[in-house]
């Protein structure tokens, strides 16, 4: 997996562009792989997770999203009120505070750099994520063919409790997000896209383990 993403030549590109992408990138695999940890140890999310979520958000506004998606493929595996609340104030608390400093100062929710290409209308918005979404399709249909096969394979199977089901529902609902949120960036989609890559390949593998093409990957 390692070596397939280093030859992606966005690897390189976007690692020397001055941009987040690629310390987003490492925390959201780090998240990705402490969900698997609390998922294979039967517990709410981690301290660990919430404070790679957190430092993801600091990093990218997305990165509330992904605690947002963790903590609810987590109900899946543990039901307890408790410690599922206990485990979602270790997260809300701190980024409240973020966020309370950052309006007392900055007198705004969002970093600069996001609200500057926002103020457009809600039927604006809603138009150009719609185009987002369909020039993403456009350009990058095996992706989709990909999404579409792991789904069928998934309902096939039956297994929506694994551990690499709970890594496709992150890593899928983080995209979409990301493409929907790219409406009017006029960045290249692999800036979003090159976040996922690692994770997607994991999905790949396990996949094909569980077709048992284990031993050839």
Known sequence: AAALVALVPAVPYQAIGGLETL????LLNCVL???????????????????LCFLAFLTR??????????????????????????????????????????????????????????GMSLSTSAHLVWAEVSTFAGEYPPVLVALAAVCIGTLVLRRWRTPMTMVLVIVLGLALFEVALSAGANYPYERYLLPLLAPATAVVVAAFGRLGWGGSV
């Open 23 to 26: 310390l987003f990138a490492v």
């Open 61 to 118: 506004p997305e990165g509330l999203v992904l605690w947002v998606l963790a903590w609810s493929v987590s109900w899946t595996w543990v039901r307890a009120l408790r410690g599922q609340l206990v485990s979602a104030a270790w997260f809300v608390v701190p980024t409240v505070g973020v966020e309370w400093a950052r309006l007392a100062y900055f007198h705004q929710w969002l970093p600069n750099s996001i609200v500057a290409k926002s």
């Open 33 to 51: 792989l402490s969900v698997l940890a609390d998922r294979l140890a039967g517990r709410p999310v981690s301290v660990t997770t919430t404070a």
